[in-house]
């Protein structure tokens, strides 16, 4: 009998647990984010998600990955994401198309681009006059990586279509690959891409177009008017979410944030990783609070401009809204 009220005891205990969990899960929002790529880049969002910021706010957050800012600005206006994470020049394309419900920028990132510039060779003492005449692996024509390149190019006196051959019929996630095999003198790209190169000696970091483009909001978040109206609190949510796992980047090391993004990222080691983390903070890649920066929005306007991308400048305020970023710092 004692054993028999034992086992029932425990069997009760356990569907109480049980039943607990499942109400607490199912009194979580459920959010599709769909983001650009999914890179060592946005360490502030993985901290956020390892560390369960997002549950903290009532978030249960899906994960999707667009492989390209088209592919997730789309995603986003069809409705089969609640919210995109990639360069606001999206937001400015779709806007200047006439979308009615068109998607707005909530919270900042990234404040610098972070793509590198690759050797084949190591220069030593490289000018950007080392690039002339030479073969160039860049990227999507109207993409944020090319545009940037392009615009840091410029500023160092080199005339992208005249003084190098400009290779862009190779998909942005084949690049590495493409130039291992052969192809280009030089190659932009992401990280682990440009540390991978580096420890097969198939490639050298030459310089960072991070540092030499300057403050800019590389990667942004944003949501349809119309879910930023219904779903305010969620927004709200988010928002903080993501303020934490600035804040968590900020005030810990590159080992620390390390470990905690390690599951993100299974396929590289925590020496890369660390590694990695290192070279974007040295150079200040994370912003350290969400709150979009309007001088930065007006330098990305000047860049699209100078790609022959923008029609015409879209007011800083029609395409930001930064009272959930603000309201995510108090």
């Not at 937001?91 to 404040?111: M, P, R, S």
């Not at 493409?178 to 030459?206: I, M, R, W």
């Not at 930023?228 to 303020?243: N, P, V």
């Not at 309007?294 to 923008?310: H, P």
Request: hydrophobic share 35%; charged share 25%; net charge negative.
């Amino acid at each position: 009998m004692k054993k028999y009220l034992l086992m029932t005891s425990l069997l009760a205990f356990c569907l109480v647990i049980i039943y607990g969990c499942g109400k607490t899960s199912s009194s979580l929002k459920k959010v599709t984010l769909n983001e650009v790529a999914h890179s060592i880049f946005y360490a502030p969002q993985y901290v956020a998600i390892e560390l369960g910021y997002f549950e903290e706010e009532g978030i249960d957050l899906t994960l999707e990955t667009g492989f390209g800012a088209d592919k997730t600005m789309t995603a986003v206006i069809s409705g089969n994401a609640d919210i995109g994470f990639m360069g606001p020049e999206a937001t400015i394309y779709q806007y200047q198309e006439g979308n009615k419900d068109y998607a707005v920028n909530f919270a900042q990132l990234t404040q610098r681009a972070g793509n590198f510039l690759i050797s084949r060779e190591k220069i030593k003492d490289f000018t950007w006059d080392d690039i002339k005449g030479k073969d160039v692996i860049g990227g999507r024509k109207g993409g944020m990586p090319e545009m940037i390149f392009e615009y840091v190019l410029k500023k160092n006196g080199i005339d992208p279509k005249k003084d190098i051959h400009m290779i862009q019929n190779i998909d942005f996630a084949n690049t590495a690959g493409a130039f291992t095999g052969g192809s280009g003198d030089f190659t932009v790209e992401f990280e682990p891409s440009a540390t991978a190169l580096e420890n097969e000696k198939a490639g050298y970091v030459t310089a960072s177009l991070g540092i030499e483009s300057g403050y800019v909001p590389y990667t942004t978040y944003c949501a349809k008017q119309s879910y930023l109206k219904d779903h305010e609190d969620t927004i709200k949510g988010f928002t903080r979410a993501i303020a934490k796992g600035q804040k968590y980047v900020s005030n810990h090391s590159a080992e620390e944030i390390a470990d905690v993004i390690a599951p993100q990222f299974k396929e590289t080691s925590k020496k890369d990783l660390i590694k990695i983390l290192k070279r974007y903070m040295e150079q200040d890649t994370y912003k350290e609070t969400p709150e979009f920066d309007e001088n930065g929005y007006e330098l990305l306007q000047d860049i699209l401009e100078q790609a022959g991308e923008l029609n015409e400048r879209v007011d800083f305020h029609t395409l930001v809204d930064n009272q959930y970023a603000k309201d995510a710092i108090k």
